[in-house]
């Protein structure tokens, strides 16, 4: 697989101690990940060839179509666009993860073809210009004129032929890179630092992240010169300083520089970026807070600090912040081990990533939906009462978010286990294996969810048997229990620890078992259990996670509340604002399951009770079409 020469290569060069385990060491089980990876890989290939480098031989002069194509891109791809041709670099970094992740070559000879191709337009375009756009963009915004974020929509080219090197090993992609990083090395060598800086203010996407990676790869000094020449310092320079430059700004034309940052004191160990992450991270989440998805934005940008009542508007939450910030936080994570990011990446991943991306609806014998049964990208997550998702179609709309769904599900099994030496990281719970090498010994764990159903699927094993199931009435009603086995595989015993995750949403404490063996209670949320053992074969731990009805209430307003249960928000299908009571007793006592069961599953499906009109609650990821409310206010 791509993997075999993943550290000369660059790809796991960082500096930090803790690092996720590679993309092909962990296998996903869980049915609800695999169908997105499924979808987004379908989707991959529906898109043809020509399409998708359309805008880029259009460049070139290798097309010479007197007309459009009827069934060309549409949308920010559409030819008269300036943002023309940004998707095609967020798709060879998408297929460049799957492949990592699966192996799958029918995949990578599609995006080996589009670099080859990409190669013939840059020795097209004289040997170092390879963009779907003119290079007099650049040009106008150097004099101050205005254009549509030339830098944003270059970075994603960078972006995919950087990852097809470093997740898929192709040497022509990194070959076309550094060609192309020529032209902006030559390009930027004209102007003094405060040149440079206003060229700066018009949006440049991941570019100073580029320069990093390619200098990590290559460490050709030229990129050092690139880092120091794109380096962001009106944006850096007051967040170092302690000051608010992101209250009323765009939010996701900062995130990647400072995922930049992130990078770079990877690459080079300077302080000054961490410094840069820690303070953005600071500003953006801690002291601006956050809504119950983990989401922040409303109409892409940054809020006024614990000031999120007056912003739940019909463009919340955009998608691009939520895969970016997920991004950032895996950095922190990286360099402090601690349990409070993982915690945001995980409500971000169900409430975000599950909630906007490849939605189905459940179907079951005898009923069917009214409105459409899939939905492909939601640009924004409405939290306006009433509202609906927008989604977005395959072939005509290809706005930013659209670009960062196939990045965020080209390889979910990311966030999930990370290793430091004689250390292993359980942060993530879905049904997956996870393979290592601890003390020179492989490893696999094999983490299992117990649906506590009394079976793994139905109690009878086909319409003419009926199997006698005694634990299946051990639980009468829903349990309300997130119970998780860890099995070791080892060739020979083998001593390390394993830090298991206890998410903050827990209800009671956490207790841990070994091999039937209560060793640890965590009383509280979002922190590790430690288990260091001398680990056998066939060796199981067991994590038990008390779940239930959590009321969130905005950071300024402690009565308007939303609803989670264990990471899930919860939303309640009205098509207007509703108000709840709650006779005094707690927000969460309002909820009641509903329809706790089906078939051999438990259901998180809830309703009001002692409420005007009753309102039936789903989690927030299974909306589709509906009307729906995440945020309540609440009287006593």
């Given amino acids: 697989m791509a993997n075999a020469d993943q550290n000369k290569m660059g790809i796991d060069a960082q500096k930090d101690s803790i690092n996720a385990l590679p993309f092909d060491k962990v296998a996903v089980h869980?049915?609800?990940?695999?169908?997105?990876?499924?979808?987004n890989r379908a989707y991959l290939m529906e898109l043809t060839t020509r399409n998708l480098l359309y805008n880029y031989e259009l460049e070139a002069a290798i097309t010479h179509d007197a007309n459009i194509p009827g069934d060309i891109?549409?949308?920010?791809?559409?030819?008269?666009?300036?943002?023309?041709?940004?998707?095609?670099?967020?798709?060879?970094s998408a297929a460049a993860m799957h492949y990592a992740a699966t192996g799958d070559r029918e995949l990578k000879a599609k995006a080996d073809v589009i670099v080859d191709r990409l190669a013939k337009c840059q020795e097209a375009n004289g040997g170092s210009w390879v963009a779907s756009i003119p290079e007099k963009y650049?040009?106008?915004?150097?004099?101050?004129r205005e254009i549509w974020a030339p830098h944003y929509t270059i970075h994603k080219t960078f972006m995919g032929l950087v990852d097809m090197y470093r997740y898929a090993g192709n040497r022509t992609a990194l070959s076309v890179a550094d060609h192309f990083a020529d032209w902006f090395y030559d390009w930027s060598s004209r102007f003094d630092r405060d040149q440079m800086d206003d060229i700066l203010d018009f949006e440049t996407g991941g570019?100073?992240?580029?320069?990093?990676?390619?200098?990590?790869?290559?460490?050709n000094d030229k990129y050092k010169k690139l880092m120091e020449r794109y380096y962001r310092q009106r944006l850096f320079t007051p967040l170092i300083n302690g000051e608010d430059p992101l209250t009323n700004m765009h939010a996701n034309t900062t995130?990647?520089?400072?995922i930049a940052a992130a990078e770079a004191y990877n690459v080079t160990g300077e302080e000054r970026y961490k410094d840069i992450v820690t303070a953005y991270w600071n500003s953006a989440v801690t002291e601006r807070g956050t809504l119950a998805t983990g989401g922040q934005t409303n109409g892409e940008i940054w809020g006024p600090k614990k000031s999120l009542s007056a912003r739940l508007g019909l463009k919340t939450q955009e998608h691009c912040t939520v895969y970016n910030m997920m991004r950032l936080a895996d950095y922190l994570f990286r360099w402090t081990g601690e349990a409070k990011y993982m915690d945001y990446i995980e409500r971000n991943l169900y409430n975000g990533v599950l909630a906007q991306t490849y939605w189905h609806w459940e179907h079951t014998n005898g009923y069917s939906p009214e409105s459409p049964d899939f939905g492909l990208i939601a640009y924004f997550l409405p939290m306006r009462a009433g509202a609906r998702k927008g989604w977005g179609s395959k072939f005509n709309d290809f706005f930013c978010c659209h670009g960062s769904m196939v990045q965020a599900n080209a390889a979910l099994n990311r966030y999930m286990y990370y290793q430091a030496d004689l250390d292993l990281y359980v942060t993530m719970y879905f049904d997956s294996d996870a393979s290592f090498t601890v003390g020179g010994k492989n490893v696999t764990i094999k983490?299992?969810?117990d649906p506590l159903t009394g079976s793994f699927h139905l109690s009878s094993t086909s319409s003419g048997k009926?199997?006698?199931?005694?634990?299946?009435a051990q639980y009468p009603h829903n349990p309300d229990t997130l119970c998780v086995y860890l099995q070791i595989e080892t060739e020979s015993s083998v001593e390390f620890t394993i830090h298991a995750r206890i998410p903050e949403w827990i209800q009671e404490p956490a207790v841990v078992s070994y091999n039937d063996r209560q060793i640890a209670v965590a009383e509280e949320g979002s922190c590790f259990v430690d288990i260091r053992e001398e680990f056998h074969d066939g060796d199981t731990i067991c994590i038990s996670m008390k779940m239930g009805i959590q009321a969130c209430p905005l950071p300024d307003d402690e009565n308007m509340v939303a609803f989670m249960y264990g990471p899930e928000v919860l939303a309640g299908l009205c098509d207007e604002e509703r108000m709840l009571y709650t006779g005094g007793d707690a927000p969460e006592h309002i909820l009641v399951h509903e329809n706790e069961r089906e078939w051999g599953n438990w259901k998180?499906?809830?309703k009001t009770v002692g409420q005007p009109a009753g309102i039936h609650f789903i989690p927030l990821n299974r909306v589709g079409y509906e009307n729906y409310c995440v945020y309540f206010p609440i009287k006593k």
């Fill in 30 to 39: 869980d049915e609800r990940l695999k169908r997105q990876e499924g979808d």
């Fill in 73 to 92: 891109h549409g949308g920010w791809e559409s030819p008269t666009c300036q943002l023309r041709g940004h998707f095609l670099g967020h798709w060879l």
């Fill in 138 to 144: 650049l040009y106008r915004i150097a004099r101050g």
């Fill in 207 to 219: 570019m100073l992240e580029i320069w990093v990676q390619l200098y990590d790869i290559t460490r």
């Fill in 255 to 258: 995130i990647p520089e400072v």
């Fill in 447 to 449: 983490q299992r969810r």
């Fill in 466 to 472: 009926q199997l006698v199931n005694r634990t299946a």
């Fill in 604 to 606: 998180s499906d809830f």
